[in-house]
């Protein structure tokens, strides 16, 4: 694992709801009338809206853009409710007035802004929702080359130089073993899988 960014949801100013909860009883009151952006179908923040969906008992309309700045512009625009954003992007914009973010979509408070309450924290124990970015081989590499690229990158990743570098980039380093990724890889195979299967999401 290289790095990790969590997940926020980040809502427009106009919507009258200040925290998880208020957005939920809102859903609930409001049966298909929020709206939230995605990158398009079955990208992060549509499966995100509809883990979102499940675990909150309420229905929203997924408003498809092409990739996340246009919908994160419509967001601060006012023209849709909500997306699912990266902290990096989202954060900046919440300090600065132009929208709201109600909870960091990961088990632990995030370092580049302690101030947001977790999902679980904020009343959806267990909900997550990660990027992250890995550092795979090709099936069949020889098992001591695979441990030799990975002391290698987890040697880079501890290094001062590029801790602080991704640290400005809201990253969190991974530094994982082959055999902590491979868990990671699984864990989220599961996730996503169970919410496609669940949604009745057909691949495109």
Same mark, same amino acid.
């Given at each position: ?30 049966? @298909? ?33 092409? &990739?996340?700045? $246009? ?6 625009? @006012? ?12 954060? $900046?914009?919440?300090? &600065? ?17 302690? +101030? ?17 970015? @890995? ?6 590499? $020889? ?30 380093? &991974?530094?994982?073993?082959?055999? +902590? ?11 996503? @899988? ?5 949604? &009745?999401?057909?691949?495109?």
């Amino acid at each position: 694992m290289l790095a990790k960014i969590a997940n926020v949801l980040s809502v427009r100013n106009s919507l009258p709801v200040n925290s998880l909860q208020e957005l939920i009883a809102y859903g609930k009151a409001n049966p @298909g009338k929020l709206t939230f952006a995605t990158q398009g179908p079955q990208s992060t923040a549509h499966l995100t809206g509809t883990l979102l969906e499940a675990m909150a008992g309420i229905k929203m309309l997924a408003v498809p853009y092409r &990739g996340a700045q $246009p919908a994160l512009t419509d967001v601060v625009a @006012g023209n849709v409710d909500m997306f699912f954003d990266t902290l990096a992007t989202s954060v $900046p914009l919440h300090r &600065g007035g132009k929208l709201k973010i109600l909870a960091v979509a990961d088990l632990q408070r995030a370092k580049a802004a302690p +101030e947001l309450p977790t999902f679980s924290e904020a009343g959806v124990p267990g909900f997550r929702s990660i990027t992250w970015f @890995g550092f795979v081989a090709p099936p069949g590499t $020889p098992a001591a080359l695979a441990q030799r690229l990975n002391r290698d990158a987890v040697e880079m990743l501890r290094s001062p130089e590029v801790a602080a570098r991704l640290q400005s980039l809201s990253l969190e380093a &991974g530094a994982t073993s082959p055999a +902590e990724t491979a868990k990671f890889f699984a864990d989220e195979t599961a996730l996503w @899988g169970k919410v496609i299967k669940d949604a &009745g999401i057909t691949p495109q």
